[in-house]
């Protein structure tokens, strides 16, 4: 209960501070922090206009995509306390049913008809195809060092180890922030600002999309972002008592937030070519952790 | 002889011009052109006269500063060879002479629509059935891109074969803004009119163009340019020059989605921009070159403010492109992305940047030069890869160079001497050429003059008008979505191209 609050107060900032981050280091003023949040309540005030080609699929996408990623959130932990789902193996259902949102946001993508909405897809549905081996080879790697299989328990026992554990939070944290910008589309792997077609990929696939449904697409973005912000954040927080890891939590999404934004003001977008080749890298990261398991338990001689 | 040499901006009798018949004529110029790299065609149209076409075709040679200029009469019912079965760089021309006169090639192999003038021969081709280029397959798919484009700057459309995320064939459909400024400058009989017009050709290229008109006018009409008015031109053009690359710079940047570089550079193309407000009141350089006289000199006072801002642009700009060309992930970009070869530079004639980009030495200054130019040895950028990263090199390096010409002519400024127009009315029967270097390349403008000196013809040609097909091919194989960076690095004018 505790998780879904705090990442939905994450969300109403966290965007906001991607953007001022970007607009300080490009010398400008740029939009107050919760702008984003404006846009949306904007955008939620105005009906959709659907284009005659495309059905029924396309309409009910935004929504589900929505709710796959609300009922991901829900299995977040946060701290002491349990995400709202709590089950053996939970990890795994984070990410099917974040797959699941992102399939319907494919075929409604397709369901346009647009040729730049097929291309987009096919480079989401790639990119997120070669990062999936990378999450569950490192949730797998926690899951057998800690022994336990849900969300929950693995973070909170993840502590209690050596030095070790230690060396494989920093790994995993790289792994997962690399993930949390390649499920967001954001830089190196996309440039959320483009308004060129050609070179999008999220973008393009909700080109359609307008009013309501743009709405709930975009704090679904929000929302994205901020939960895989917290499950970041779990893999710095054990057992700290609250009065120590709610402040930690936001401050630890702030951060990410500024790098972010830091990474988006200071290097180019990669070539399309070369963002599959760079996904995958991620995978021999985890691997990496895999291995430093291995080693931990004696497995591996 | 069967045709004539001229130099830029020389005016002669049009009698003076060999007429020959048409089998002569393509034998002379595509002999011209084939095994020399030296030359290229700056322009070839048709003028009607008795209801027959008489085709002039220019041919100018970089070495020699000459320019060959022959001409035949043709007739519009009768079927021809084409040049561009022989050499492909007549190809936009004689696309252009069929539209306009309906004159038939047996042998053209790409005979589309230019820009569906509004005196074209046959009104129904339209803009809505452009017979693009299709293919069958089940593997390939077709983007259509445009014609409004996405940063809603000027529209045209742009036909992609794709397989996958790999680009096959570009296939770019023009025309969609032809405003008919050719027939305009016949139509308007006022030297500022006419002067204006030449200013809308192309937004960005203001100077280029007036300039190419200014000079071609004095010479009609018998003027001698004043060094005042030559240099004011040729400061101006160097200015517009850096501010535009500046400006190019900055959105090659947005297209990589390089957010320091795309700010920087857009900053420090603003103050540059803005001189012209201070020098001629007007930020886009409007009303500042006018043939036959010099309205607002340059003064003192102004050369020292553009000392000062080019004091403020210059270490700016070094550290940022310094900056932008050792981050790697900028330069994977660049490199190796969009290359033209260098025999397809050579078969296509491409002008200016996208010339020099592979090691063809072709620019107006050194090798038809007119202003100013015909005293300052002037020494073009080459590069040698014909990619994203020669066009953009070329860009910065061009800019650094501009700076050190325009430091150099301010240290003397000649007095000023011609504020009014002091022109006579232009030569009867008269053939003038006027060839400009423009930051985007070679502009020419062709002028003919009938029994009483008013204007029978005046043909213009923008830079973009041989470089578009250079963007086609210079995509081929490589991921579509490289296109914007490709064809920001060309950034070549719809407009001018459609006039």
Not at chain 1, 125 to 130: D, V
Not at chain 2, 334 to 349: A, I, K, N
Request: glycine content about 6%; hydrophobic content about 45%; overall charge negative.
């Amino acid at each position: 209960m505790l998780s879904l609050l705090l990442i939905l107060i994450a969300a109403a900032f966290f965007s906001g501070i991607i953007v001022r981050t970007k607009s300080i280091a490009s010398g400008r003023k740029g939009p107050g922090v919760f702008q984003p949040i404006k846009d949306v309540i904007r955008l939620f005030k105005k009906g959709a206009v659907y284009s005659e080609t495309t059905s029924i699929i396309f309409r009910i996408a935004p929504t589900i995509y929505f709710a796959s990623v609300v009922m991901a959130i829900l299995v977040i932990p946060f701290d002491e306390s349990k995400g709202i789902i709590s089950f053996k193996g939970d990890f795994i259902f984070f990410a099917y049913v974040l797959a699941l949102g992102k399939f319907f946001n494919i075929i409604a993508a397709m369901d346009t008809g647009s040729s730049f909405e097929g291309m987009g897809a096919s480079r989401e549905a790639l990119f997120s195809m070669f990062a999936e081996p990378a999450f569950f080879i490192l949730m797998g790697s926690l899951a057998l060092l800690t022994g336990h299989t849900s969300f929950q328990e693995i973070f909170y026992s993840l502590h209690v180890g050596s030095y070790i554990s230690y060396a494989i939070t920093t790994l995993a944290t790289f792994v997962l922030i690399m993930i949390t910008m390649i499920e967001n589309s954001r830089m190196p792997i996309d440039d959320p600002k483009t308004h060129l077609e050609l070179t999008m990929v999220h973008e393009v696939m909700i080109l359609d999309n307008s009013g309501f449904d743009l709405g709930l697409i975009l704090t679904t973005g929000y929302l994205k972002f901020a939960m895989y912000g917290a499950l970041i954040v779990n893999l710095f927080i054990g057992m700290v008592p609250y009065q120590y890891s709610i402040p930690m939590f936001f401050i630890i999404q702030f951060i990410i937030a500024v790098v972010v934004g830091l990474i988006e003001s200071f290097m180019a977008r990669f070539r399309m070519g070369h963002n599959a080749q760079y996904i995958f890298a991620l995978t021999s990261v985890s691997l990496l952790i895999f291995f430093g398991v291995l080693l931990v338990l004696e497995k591996f001689v | 002889m069967n045709y004539i040499t001229l130099f830029n901006q020389q005016t002669v009798p049009v009698a003076s011009i060999p007429e020959i018949n048409y089998f002569e004529f393509l034998e002379l110029n595509t002999g011209f052109i084939r095994g020399h790299k030296e030359r290229h065609c700056v322009n070839y149209f048709g003028c009607i006269e008795n209801e027959k076409v008489k085709l002039y075709c220019c041919i100018a040679d970089d070495l020699t500063h000459e320019i060959f200029v022959s001409s035949s009469i043709v007739k519009t019912s009768s079927i021809y060879a084409s040049f561009t079965s022989r050499c492909l760089c007549f190809e936009k021309f004689e696309r252009e002479i069929h539209e306009n006169f309906g004159i038939k090639y047996n042998d053209h192999p790409w005979l589309k629509p230019v820009r569906y003038a509004h005196n074209r021969s046959d009104k129904n081709k339209t803009i809505a059935n452009y017979p693009f280029y299709s293919i069958d397959s089940e593997e390939l798919h077709e983007v259509g891109v445009g014609p409004i484009h996405a940063g809603i700057i000027e529209p045209g459309h742009f036909r992609f074969l794709c397989n996958g995320e790999q680009i096959l064939h570009l296939e770019i459909q023009l025309g969609f803004q032809h405003r008919g400024i050719e027939s305009l400058f016949l139509e308007k009989k006022k030297i500022n009119q006419r002067a204006t017009l030449a200013e809308n050709i192309a937004g960005d290229t203001v100077i280029g163009h007036t300039s190419a008109f200014s000079y071609l006018w004095e010479s009609l009409c018998g003027f001698n340019t004043t060094n005042d008015i030559a240099f004011a031109r040729t400061l101006a053009l160097e200015i517009e020059r850096i501010a535009i690359h500046t400006g190019d710079l900055s959105a090659v940047c947005t297209d990589i989605a390089y957010q320091l570089g795309s700010s920087v550079f857009g900053r420090l193309r603003t103050p540059v921009i803005n001189f012209f407000q201070e020098w001629c009141g007007n930020r886009l350089s409007k009303s500042l070159v006018r043939p036959g006289c010099n309205l607002f000199p340059f003064t003192p006072t102004l050369a020292i403010r553009l000392t000062d801002i080019l004091n403020a642009f210059e270490p700016d700009f070094t550290e940022m492109v310094t900056e932008l060309f050792k981050l790697p992930s900028a330069l994977s970009r660049f490199e190796r992305t969009g290359v033209v070869s260098q025999e397809d530079v050579l078969s296509l004639g491409t002008v200016g940047p996208s010339a020099r980009m592979n090691a063809l030495n072709r620019d107006i200054r050194l090798s038809h030069p007119f202003g100013l130019w015909k005293n300052i040895k002037h020494d073009p950028i080459i590069k040698h890869h014909g990619d994203v990263y020669s066009r953009v090199q070329i860009r910065k390096e061009e800019v650094i160079q501009s700076i050190q010409y325009i430091r150099t002519l301010i240290e003397n400024i000649p007095e000023c001497t011609t504020y009014e127009n002091v022109l006579e009315k232009p030569k009867p029967d008269s053939f003038v050429i006027s060839l400009i270097e423009g930051w985007r390349g070679e502009i020419c403008h062709c002028a003919i003059t009938d029994s009483l000196g008013e204007l029978k013809m005046y043909k213009i040609k923008d830079p973009s008008f041989h470089n578009w097909l250079a963007l086609a091919l210079a995509v081929r194989n490589n991921e579509i979505s490289d296109f914007p960076i490709c064809n920001k690095s060309f950034n070549l004018s719809y407009c001018g191209h459609d006039l």
